[in-house]
């Protein structure tokens, strides 16, 4: 399944993207306006996030109406204001009885190092996105859905020696249709300190540059190497969100989420490091009447994070100096 079909292929989401291209910078947005369920799962040591508590099965709100990935390290988590905004003015958000809150959590990567690192998401930014993801819904968006876009129009990989050795990656998505009428999705901005490695043949994809010509491969110089700090310290980080038309409850979203990092793992060497913020949502509309076994829908989601890593290496360009794999 194409990802251009995302829009009319799980109904109750819609992705939109805003970015700085001049700044290299920017943020993505999934909308579920009429609210679903969601789990979270961080891995990675340098985590940036908000809201992602609530998503606890004990604690009180059982749905959300947008996730939130952002550019920009911890400044960008100002973008959920502008997701918020938007939400409120179209009446959606969680009851309280005197307003509607807008339930919005997210996770932020860092892409200081490249473009310009005094502009960031913002809330005006937030709003952007989700306007770009009703207009991508109508069929109106001139935003490509993967590449240099949103939260992945400044990010890059393979960190080890630096970010001016690296390679410049951003946002990829990948829809898998299962059994039943059963969708799973994942859209995927990768910025890793590690290297993107085909699943399959284990080549190295993207990742970082030997100064000497080819790909450093970056698991075998790190333990290898003398043990010191890697240059690429807190400077990274994967983020993700998996969507799926089926119904899933908290803890059943937050097992799909766990499961979907062995996308990561299969495609990025090393992952989940300490230099890393990797946190991957999971977010389910319940429009799918027919139940499903939450290990089919976690194993569809592991595949869908693998392609969408990847995707995020091929369909990405040059950019802040950096060379992409695409070319």
């Given amino acids: 399944m194409s990802a251009d079909e995302c829009p009319a292929c799980i109904p109750g989401f819609e992705i939109g993207h805003a970015h700085d291209l001049e700044a290299l910078t920017g943020c993505t947005v999934v ?9 979270v799962d961080v891995r990675g040591s340098a985590p940036g996030t908000r809201e992602t508590d609530l998503l606890d099965p004990s604690n009180l709100v059982e749905k959300v109406h947008a996730v939130l990935l952002a550019g920009g390290s ?6 959920a204001a502008g997701v918020s905004r938007w939400l409120e003015e179209r009446g959606y958000g969680f009851e309280t009885g ?13 892409d200081l190092a490249l473009g310009r690192p005094d502009r960031r998401p913002d809330a005006a930014m937030g709003y952007a996105a989700c306007e770009d993801a009703r207009h991508r819904s109508e069929g109106r968006s001139d935003v490509p859905l993967e590449g240099n876009v949103g939260a992945g129009a400044g990010a890059s990989v393979g960190k080890l020696l630096g970010p001016f050795q690296a390679t410049k ?14 969708v799973v999705g994942a859209a995927v901005a990768v910025n890793a300190f590690g290297d993107v490695r085909d699943p399959v043949t284990g080549e190295i994809v993207a990742g970082t540059r030997n100064p000497t010509g080819g790909w450093l491969d970056t698991t075998a110089a790190l333990t290898g190497g003398s043990g010191e700090t890697p240059f690429g310290l807190g400077r990274n980080t994967t983020i993700g969100v998996v969507v799926t038309n089926a119904t899933l409850s908290k803890a059943q979203a937050r097992k799909v989420a766990q499961m979907a990092h062995d996308g990561l793992a299969l495609t990025i060497s ?7 913020g990797d946190a991957i949502f999971t977010m389910g509309s319940g429009r799918l009447n027919t139940p499903v076994e939450v290990s089919v829908i976690g194993t569809l989601a592991v595949r869908a994070v693998a392609g969408a890593v990847v995707r995020a290496a091929t369909t990405a360009g040059p950019a802040g100096g950096l060379p992409a794999a695409a070319g």
Avoid: N, Q, R
Wanted: a negative charge; glycine letters at 18%.
């Fill in 31 to 39: 909308l579920a306006p009429e609210g679903a369920v969601c789990g």
């Fill in 270 to 276: 090393p992952v989940h490091t300490m230099f890393d």
């Fill in 169 to 182: 990656t951003g946002v990829g998505a990948t829809f898998l249709a299962g059994a039943g009428g059963l």
């Fill in 98 to 110: 005197f307003a509607k809150v807008p339930i919005v959590p997210g996770a932020v990567l860092y």
């Fill in 74 to 79: 911890a400044f960008g988590l100002d973008a």
